[in-house]
């Protein structure tokens, strides 16, 4: 079955640093998103991409933010200054066009020291 | 009022009960409905999505009653396999791309022995 990959599986990282996290979404899906979890929280929606461009975006995913789909396969979340409260862990999900479900890779847990 | 809202329990259940959780939404424009689970420290994990009529996957049953903006999920016969966080999910549209995920707090269930 395929699955959607993230790597790293965990990132530790200093205040101020510029961190990248990576994806794989499923292969022949069309849309890709970025959701994070902070410890004991809700899963919360940070941007969705398509076609090459952003799609929508939460006010979470403020200017620190980027994404980019560089290959055909890969799908980045760049942090450019990472602050304490952005540790968390971030799901990267991909949907294909019409059902509207969307399925989750492993995530990566960032922690922010 | 929280979009979505879900009783956050914990429900502590015996093997072969049968468990049911209720899930509110606040937005009618919701479309899209869906249960997934997600064990501790994982990924969320679709579970089922959720029709107008009602739907069944083995001892997995959902409804949705978009006059009370109201989902349930029945799980009968519970397994200890059962035991993690249920949540609610829901897709708002609110325009032709719109199509991120609006997560509930989840509902905890152990299936005790």
């Known amino acids: 079955e395929p699955e959607v990959t993230q790597t790293p599986s965990h990132q530790v990282t200093q205040m101020g640093q510029e961190v990248i996290l990576r994806c794989v979404p499923i292969s022949n899906h069309l849309y890709f998103y970025w959701y994070r979890q902070i410890l004991g929280q809700k899963v919360e929606f940070l941007v969705s991409?398509?076609?090459?461009?952003?799609?929508?975006k939460s006010e979470i995913f403020d200017d620190q933010f980027s994404v980019e789909r560089p290959d055909g396969s890969n799908f980045t979340l760049k942090i450019r200054s990472t602050k304490l409260e952005d540790s968390a862990m971030y799901f990267c999900?991909?949907?294909?066009?019409?059902?509207?479900?969307?399925?989750f890779g492993p995530g990566t847990r960032l922690l922010v020291l | 009022r929280k979009e979505v809202e879900q009783d956050p329990g914990p429900f502590n259940v015996p093997e072969g009960a049968t468990v049911a959780f209720n899930c509110t939404y606040s937005n009618s424009a919701s479309q899209s409905f869906f249960w997934y689970r997600q064990d501790c420290r994982k990924e969320p994990k679709l579970l089922m999505s959720?029709?107008?009529s009602g739907n069944e996957d083995g001892r997995f049953t959902a409804q949705l009653n978009r006059a009370s903006q109201y989902i349930s999920l029945l799980i009968r016969d519970s397994k200890l396999s059962d035991s993690a966080t249920y949540l609610c999910v829901v897709r708002v549209i609110s325009s032709g791309s719109a199509r991120q995920l609006t997560f509930g707090s989840g509902t905890q269930l152990t299936v005790l022995p």
């Open positions: 991409f398509y076609n090459n461009e952003i799609s929508e």
């Open positions: 959720v029709y107008s």
């Open positions: 999900a991909s949907s294909d066009a019409g059902s509207g479900a969307q399925y």
